[in-house]
């Protein structure tokens, strides 16, 4: 696949009726097959966004009909289609048969598998880190379908194809990633933007029929959107959806920002229905003011970091006292004590795991003290300004 990345966008049903799923999902796809070449005989890999499969329409993960759709679409083309996802506490067989598909991926000959080989990834000059391993299994597909859901999430604000490549990196070493950049989003998005470089997918298709806002990547709000989105590169796609989903006033995705800054964002064309998207309602920003003081005193930087951050609050209600949040957990900061999940708020590295992985969405995010006033104080200003 050579030349300039393109972008498709197509209507799509939010409840998913086939008939409907199937047209939009063919107006995303088809092109990015004619650009690819062919893809007759060819192996392929899906890799879905199957973050874990808890209730029926699980906003959390890309719709069933539309992982089935989207297999069916390679397999009439010709491919040998493979589902692989490392979820991040279930197996992808077990998210599968959650959801439902087992049985009629069977019958298509998709095999479904979990993530089990990692090595290091391929080392490139433009690259960032030069020391992680992702999944090997990758390589053995002629090409990779990235296929995120769209949703907000409590670190990098929002989920779409670079950021589901993620899922290419084992769990444990997931939670290294936490503890090493956790705190530094700036690095953390360079980390996703070199698993990006490794892999580049060469078939990208975005499933925002039904998106996730609020509280994601886990514990959000499903919210219709009505849209599906294709591209035959994977960040130049979230170039494209960030505004949409953002509001084009919304200042620029942090990926997509350190991707402009170290020279990667590729010019892209765009086809298809032009797209008319509410924004989404996104969670605090947790990584705002991370870096702000860096030449202040220690202690004082310290004091400033608890009022300014957001950090991950429970409902306790809500919490059964399962443990996966402290399980999950990279600094082991968070215990269960009393039955109910309990923040040792100083070691926490506001990676966000917890909130990310409660299944009774019992942990949110609450903005800091003294960033809600700034925030209070910046809107007054505004309004005398505008008056």
């Not at 499903?222 to 599906?228: D, I, L, N, T």
């Not at 020279?263 to 998207?277: V, Y």
């Not at 991950?312 to 004590?337: D, F, M, N, R």
Request: hydrophobic letters at 45%; a positive charge; proline letters at 8%.
């Amino acid at each position: 696949m050579s030349g300039t990345p393109q972008v498709f966008s197509a209507r799509c049903p939010a409840d998913y009726e086939a008939k409907g799923l199937r047209a939009a999902l063919e107006q995303v796809i088809e092109p990015q097959i004619r650009a690819y070449g062919s893809v007759s005989g060819k192996k392929i890999m899906l890799k879905p966004n199957l973050l874990a499969w808890r209730r029926a329409h699980d906003p959390a993960c890309v719709d069933p009909a539309f992982l089935l759709e989207c297999a069916k679409v390679f397999l009439d083309a010709g491919a040998k289609v493979s589902i692989l996802e490392n979820p991040a506490v279930q197996t992808a067989p077990a998210v599968i048969r959650a959801m439902g598909l087992k049985e009629p991926l069977d019958k298509l000959g998709v095999e479904v598998k979990s993530f089990t080989e990692f090595a290091p990834a391929r080392n490139l000059p433009e690259m960032r880190f030069h020391n992680f391993e992702i999944a090997r299994e990758y390589l053995d597909f002629d090409a990779v379908v990235d296929l995120p859901k769209a949703k907000t999430h409590g670190m990098m604000t929002l989920t779409l194809c670079v950021k589901n490549l993620f899922g290419l990196v084992k769990g444990s070493e997931r939670m290294a990633w936490h503890l090493n950049v956790g705190r530094d989003f700036s690095c953390f998005a360079d980390m996703l933007l070199d698993i990006y470089l490794a892999v580049r997918p060469q078939f990208n298709v975005v499933d925002a029929a039904i998106c996730m806002e609020g509280n994601g990547p886990g514990s959000g709000t499903p919210c219709e959107r009505g849209w599906v989105f294709g591209g035959t590169d994977s960040l130049a796609l979230d170039a494209f959806l960030a505004p949409l989903l953002l509001g084009r006033e919304a200042e620029e995705l942090l990926l997509v920002r350190r991707a402009r800054e170290r020279g990667l964002l590729p010019e892209f064309e765009t086809a298809g229905d032009l797209p008319d998207i509410a924004p989404l309602k996104l969670p605090p920003p947790p990584g705002l003011l991370c870096e702000w003081g860096v030449f202040l005193p220690p202690g004082l930087k310290k004091q400033l970091r608890e009022w300014l951050v957001a950090r991950p609050v429970l409902q306790k209600e809500k919490c059964v006292g399962c443990g996966l949040c402290a399980k999950l957990c990279p600094p082991a900061s968070l215990k269960i004590v009393g039955g109910k999940a309990c923040f040792d708020y100083p070691n926490c590295i506001r990676c966000f795991c917890c909130q990310e992985h409660c299944p009774q969405g019992a942990i949110t995010i609450r903005k800091g003290v003294l960033m809600g006033f700034m925030e209070l104080m910046e809107r007054l200003a505004r309004r005398i300004v505008s008056r």
